[in-house]
């Protein structure tokens, strides 16, 4: 059985270029840096996490909720193959236990903060709207889009982040956790507009304060789908 079972829906990824080398000691054992033509990525990625079932059952009042995440891309050769997976800086939900959980079992990295969102449409357009407070500034990423789905193009970059299976993270200096993420492959929606209003020094830290005025290189919106998150593995190299 899965550990976790959802859906992951309207997935609005906004992706940055940055220097490799900014990222290097965020790297997990095992693992490397994965480019998509010789560039390295970071997304802000804002998303809804539905339905939400924990070894088959369903938490209440933790079945719905939002979460925001900033990651970065890896891979890792095993077997023949390369696994290709993230690794999160930070991931934000509103919900603690969700926190404890994840950062207890999986080593990760999330936050517990106020969150909402928004999802409306008119005659031509949907908007999707998601928000996080952090010392009473509701940080916010935004996204206008056409209602028809299309199909992620092969080889894309938005093929590229879309597509990143594995989760990792750092156990120890030695040691890197494993988690496969399993998906259908995602459709579209053709993006018209975004907004990105987020304090990233306060947010991420110092490190990342240079993204507060960098312009992303890429804004794309999934459609999402249901999900598994399986158990973890640990890998010593």
């Not at 609005?12 to 560039?39: A, H, Q």
């Not at 407070?133 to 992620?152: F, G, H, M, P, R």
């Not at 990342?208 to 010593?236: H, R, W």
């Amino acid at each position: 059985m899965s550990f976790l079972t959802a859906e992951w829906n309207d997935l609005l990824f906004i992706n940055y270029e940055i220097d490799s080398k900014l990222l290097e000691k965020y790297v997990p054992k095992g693992t490397e840096l994965d480019l998509w033509n010789n560039k390295c990525y970071i997304s802000l990625i804002g998303f809804m996490f539905e339905n939400v079932k924990v070894l088959g059952f369903k938490i209440p009042y933790h079945v719905n909720f939002e979460e925001v995440n900033l990651r970065f891309y890896v891979k890792r050769f095993e077997n023949g193959i390369w696994k290709r997976g993230v690794v999160f800086v930070k991931e934000i939900v509103p919900k603690h236990a969700i926190t404890i959980v994840a950062n207890t079992l999986y080593n990760e990295h999330y936050q517990t903060l106020p969150m909402r969102h928004t999802r409306t449409s008119d005659a031509n357009s949907l908007q999707f709207k998601y928000e996080w407070k952090n010392d009473n500034y509701w940080n916010s990423i935004a996204v206008k889009t056409k209602k028809e789905l299309l199909s992620i193009e092969k080889n894309s970059e938005a093929e590229f982040i879309s597509e990143h299976y594995y989760g990792y993270t750092k156990s120890n200096q030695k040691r890197t956790v494993e988690y496969e993420v399993t998906h259908p492959k995602w459709q579209q929606l053709e993006v018209m507009d975004y907004q990105v209003d987020v304090d990233f020094e306060l947010v991420y830290g110092k490190e990342f304060a240079f993204l507060q005025d960098q312009k992303p290189v890429s804004c794309f919106m999934a459609k999402g789908s249901k999900i598994t998150i399986e158990g973890k593995k640990s890998i010593k190299e």
